[in-house]
């Protein structure tokens, strides 16, 4: 090879180089453009939502997913109406709603906030695991008061505190003090009035048990699973 050649060989390989560095930088740019947008469209679309509650208090790990963007939940952040809320293994969470009902999630729940708003009252899908709640001024001003829906009863809350969930192989609703709990399925209701009663759903098509008094024992277990 002569010397001539070599430069020119040189010469071209610089001129590549050169001309690809540009390129990899505008592609880099551009995608880290993107990535920044999509962060700040999420922010925006989070802020834009209409606020539900605010987290209190957190034990393990616990996500809200809304519109397919997931975001950890701490005390302090807020939670919009449309959110999913997922609790981990051994996890707690506790949430304060804009009329100051409080609702604290077990391990392993799936809680929906529909819709919950003074003008249309209160929506909520308890999709699995176990919940305790005290009701607010939703679900005591409010004609239509707090419905909670589950895969088999559809549960009235007005003005009371109560628990809902599974324990010991069974689907169980609580009604500790208050207003009362009205617990539905496709073939019957009951009203759980007294202090302390419970009632048990073996199936959608099928009646809840009539109410029955809550012992120590059982109490001390539902409490505890929600306990931080």
Do not use: C
């Not at 551009?30 to 990535?35: K, N």
Request: charged share 20%; net charge positive; no cysteine.
């Amino acid at each position: 090879m002569q010397i001539n050649d070599w430069f020119l060989g040189m010469n071209r390989r610089t001129t590549i180089k050169v001309m690809f560095a540009p390129f990899v930088a505008g592609m880099y740019g551009l995608f880290s453009g993107r990535m920044a947008q999509a962060a700040q469209d999420a922010s925006t679309q989070q802020a834009s939502g209409e606020k539900a509650g605010t987290v209190l208090r957190v034990k393990g790990r616990a996500v809200a997913v809304l519109d397919a963007i997931s975001r950890p939940l701490a005390p302090g952040v807020a939670v919009f109406i449309g959110d999913i809320l997922s609790t981990g293994a051994d996890a707690r969470l506790e949430i304060k709603m804009i009329d100051d009902a409080l609702f604290t999630l077990g391990e392993r729940t799936s809680f929906n906030v529909f819709d919950y708003s003074f003008q249309n009252g209160a929506t909520l899908n308890l999709v699995s695991g176990v919940l305790d709640g005290a009701s607010g001024l939703i679900g005591k001003q409010n004609d239509r008061g707090i419905t909670i829906n589950t895969r088999l009863a559809t549960i009235g809350i007005r003005g009371t505190k109560y628990w809902i969930g599974d324990m010991m192989g069974a689907f169980q609703v609580a009604h500790w003090s208050g207003g009362g709990v009205e617990v539905r399925t496709d073939a019957a209701s009951v009203r759980l009035e007294d202090p302390k009663a419970g009632t048990i759903v073996r199936a959608r098509n099928r009646p809840p048990t009539p109410p029955m008094p809550w012992g120590a024992d059982r109490m001390s277990m539902a409490k505890k699973m929600v306990s931080f």
